[in-house]
């Protein structure tokens, strides 16, 4: 596989706090990552790191291939969770004075600026104080500062904080749509929903050390407990196999029956079939595939799914 970012070995304390011991993982390029973990859990200082604004104590960053350096700031796209306009500003003129930190000149500025302003239907904000925007429109205006010069990684830190349905929505296609164009994404949220909907790839941290990485799919079948939800007419009382248990089972209408069943290690879907017609008229049969969330919880808390 490709990567973008590789992390070896980063170790990282603050006078008697450990933020981030061994840490090693891989961030394959052009993909939407999952950054997770609880408050605390050392996934800032890891971002901070990765974006140069603090030094690892010891361990080592590839970016490309190479050692990461300051050239590589400018092929970087940085939003924090902790907002960083200056409030006094007006829009444009402090969205030019961004890019060209970046490395754009100012006609190159303007015209991606153009777009961007006509995509997010922000034309009018041109002129605006920064300070008399809303937290939502603030977040469009630095989310446009962070991915105006077309960044090879781009990091966002709770990017739908304080935005309503319809801008988050907004977000999202443009999320997709920069990892589309070959950006790489690492999306760092306590919003499950959102990991769901985007990520491919899900990296978990916990008590400053990685516990979990992998593909989300993979991730999933890994923690998956051979448990399947079942609709029926008729009766199981006690009919099945001992080595399936019903683990639930209610009355969903007059009709049919919802169960839980769990299967014995190494049972296929068919062979739970075979055990129910024998018995019972299946009219849904679904496996449950835990949500990242459910895994999350568990591996986070200590308990089971």
């Keep these: 596989m490709d990567y973008i970012l590789e992390v070896k070995n980063i170790t990282k304390s603050y006078a008697n706090h450990r933020a981030l011991h061994e840490v090693s993982l891989n961030i394959p390029r052009g993909s939407i990552v999952g950054?997770?973990?609880?408050?605390?859990?050392?996934?800032?200082?890891?971002?901070?790191?990765?974006?140069?604004?603090?030094?690892?104590?010891?361990?080592?960053?590839?970016?490309?291939?190479?050692?990461?350096?300051?050239?590589?700031?400018?092929?970087?796209?940085?939003?924090?969770?902790?907002?960083?306009?200056?409030?006094?500003?007006?829009?444009?003129?402090?969205?030019?004075?961004l890019a060209q930190l970046k490395?754009?000149?100012?006609?190159?500025?303007?015209?991606?600026?153009?777009?961007?302003?006509?995509?997010f239907d922000i034309k009018t904000w041109w002129n605006k104080n920064v300070q008399d925007l809303s937290k939502g429109m603030a977040q469009k205006v630095q989310f446009v500062a962070t991915v105006l010069h077309e960044p090879e990684l781009i990091i966002l830190d709770e990017p739908f904080s304080g935005f309503d349905p319809v801008n988050a929505s907004l977000i999202k296609d443009e999320i997709l749509e920069l990892r589309e164009k070959g950006s790489t994404i690492i999306f760092s949220?306590?919003?499950?929903?959102?990991?769901?909907?985007?990520?491919?790839?899900?990296?978990?941290?916990?008590?400053?050390?990685?516990?979990?990485?992998?593909?989300?799919?993979?991730?999933?079948?890994?923690?998956?407990t051979n448990t399947y939800t079942v609709d029926y007419k008729g009766h199981l009382n006690g009919q099945l196999s001992a080595d399936y248990s019903i683990l639930s089972s209610e009355e969903i209408d007059l009709n049919f029956i919802q169960a839980s069943i769990q299967t014995p290690q190494g049972a296929s879907p068919n062979d739970l079939i075979k055990e129910?017609?024998?018995?019972?008229?299946?009219?849904?049969?679904?496996?449950?595939i835990p949500s990242m969330e459910e895994i999350f919880i568990m591996l986070v808390s200590g308990n089971t799914i």
């Design 35 to 97: 950054l997770l973990g609880p408050n605390g859990a050392g996934k800032t200082s890891l971002i901070r790191i990765i974006t140069q604004i603090i030094g690892q104590d010891s361990g080592e960053i590839l970016f490309n291939g190479e050692p990461l350096m300051p050239k590589h700031i400018a092929r970087i796209g940085y939003l924090p969770e902790e907002r960083g306009l200056y409030r006094k500003m007006k829009v444009g003129e402090q969205l030019l004075y």
């Design 103 to 119: 490395g754009l000149s100012r006609k190159e500025a303007l015209a991606k600026l153009k777009i961007w302003f006509e995509k």
């Design 189 to 224: 949220t306590h919003r499950m929903e959102s990991v769901e909907e985007l990520c491919e790839y899900v990296i978990l941290i916990n008590k400053s050390e990685k516990i979990l990485d992998g593909l989300k799919r993979e991730i999933k079948q890994r923690y998956k």
């Design 276 to 288: 129910l017609i024998n018995h019972v008229e299946v009219h849904n049969f679904q496996e449950k």
